[in-house]
């Protein structure tokens, strides 16, 4: 069955950066884009963009163009999400899902980042 | 970008009532809306995509219909665990876009 795993919460500094891992399973790795979501505390979800893990292809929505940097890695079927220069506004739970043609289909279990001091 | 609005942003009903959710476009997105449901402390699960078609293991209480720039998500006879919040997306054009959702909550 398809199952995405994600990596721990994490608690992080104002400045710092953190890496996400989105850890694929039980589907070919690279036949489907990988996406992710970030969604606010008790707010709505935001399309932060995707990554074709056959050719690392990456599109992002521009308001995040500067903020997260996705990657992926084959040979462990793993994508990654860095988050750079962290403030308050970045504390979040983040979701990487598996996109299709029909739109998101499969979800992990997201991860919460919390960026205190 | 595309804006999504949903209405009502909260829903009060009961078990067995029908309810009709809705969602607006800024502008065409064709077919490419989908509904999602989300409870507390999990993640969206795909309900129904390109407007009308229920995702694999759905039950058929829930139905979406619409185009162009709007369109409507129907739970047929409301059942205890439907109580949760639902978010309209669409897929149409870059950014993908999410509405603010509507809480169906418990009268």
């Known amino acids: 069955q398809v199952n995405l795993l994600q990596s721990r919460a994490a608690l992080v500094k104002p400045g710092a950066s953190v890496k996400l891992s989105c850890k694929a399973s039980?589907?070919?790795?690279?036949?489907?884009?990988i996406h992710w979501v970030k969604q606010s505390h008790g707010k709505s979800l935001e399309w932060i963009g995707y990554?074709?893990?056959?050719?690392?292809?990456?599109n992002y929505n521009e308001k995040f163009k500067n903020k997260a940097t996705l990657t992926v890695d084959k040979s462990t079927n793993t994508a990654y999400m860095e988050l750079s220069r962290l403030t308050s506004e970045d504390s979040a739970t983040y979701y990487c899902?598996?996109?299709?043609?029909?739109?998101?289909?499969?979800w992990g279990q997201g991860v919460m980042v919390t960026v205190s001091s | 970008d595309i804006q999504m609005t949903q209405s009502p942003s909260v829903l009060s009903a009961s078990v067995g009532d029908r309810v009709t959710l809705n969602c607006k476009a800024s502008?065409?997105?064709?077919?490419?809306l989908n509904w999602y449901q989300q409870k507390l402390g999990e993640a969206p699960k795909l309900l129904i995509y390109?407007?009308?078609s229920l995702q694999m293991g759905i039950p058929s209480r829930f139905s979406g219909s619409g185009s162009g720039t709007d369109f409507t998500l129907t739970i047929s006879s409301l059942q205890p665990e439907d109580f949760a919040t639902y978010f309209c997306?669409?897929?149409?054009?870059?950014?993908?876009?999410f509405g603010a959702g509507t809480k169906l909550e418990l009268k």
């Open positions: 899902t598996r996109g299709t043609t029909t739109g998101f289909d499969y």
């Open positions: 039980g589907y070919t790795f690279t036949d489907y884009f």
């Open positions: 990554i074709n893990p056959n050719s690392g292809y990456t």
């Open positions: 502008q065409n997105i064709n077919k490419y």
């Open positions: 390109n407007t009308n």
């Open positions: 997306f669409q897929h149409n054009s870059w950014p993908y876009t």
